[in-house]
């Protein structure tokens, strides 16, 4: 089993973690969770709480090497990254998609993982105008493709 956190999303402030457990020779279960539930400063928010379990196939034995995963997502969010307006989802965000990857060994039980996945992510959500109490001024549905896991994770085999 392996415990580990994406260091890229620090950078958003999305603290994160990981949990890993191999099954079979070449299969493993993936399950990250994101939470932040931070307002940084009036204009900039990124609440969100996020699950994207992952099936992997590891191509020499489960977690050492390269793999292939599919992979699913829910989530919610609540997020402005300026003065004028808020994004607040309703009904979640739901989607899939595949990726690739490659864990790399560092020292005792540390290590590095890098994937990249692509996919579907499909969301309900509404606009504010962001300030105390502001009003809702528009509804949408978005469907996005493209890029839906990318990851630089430290890792740590327990």
Request: glycine fraction near 8%; proline fraction near 3%.
């Amino acid at each position: 089993m392996v415990i580990k956190t994406n260091l890229p999303y620090y950078a958003f402030v999305v603290p994160n973690i990981a949990i890993e457990r191999s099954f079979a020779a070449h299969w493993s279960v993936d399950i990250p969770l994101w939470y932040s539930p931070y307002t940084i400063a009036r204009n900039y928010r990124f609440r969100i709480l996020a699950l994207q379990p992952s099936l992997r196939y590891w191509l020499r034995q489960s977690l050492q090497g390269h793999f292939l995963a599919v992979h699913a997502l829910w989530g919610q969010f609540n997020i402005s990254v300026n003065h004028q307006t808020r994004y607040q989802d309703f009904r979640g965000m739901w989607g899939g998609g595949i990726d690739y990857g490659y864990a790399l060994r560092l020292k005792n039980r540390w290590g590095m993982e890098f994937n990249l996945g692509a996919g579907y992510i499909r969301t309900r959500y509404e606009t504010y105008f962001n300030r105390k109490n502001g009003a809702l001024y528009g509804k949408h549905l978005a469907n996005y493709w493209g890029v839906t896991r990318l990851g630089i994770s430290l890792t740590y085999k327990l």
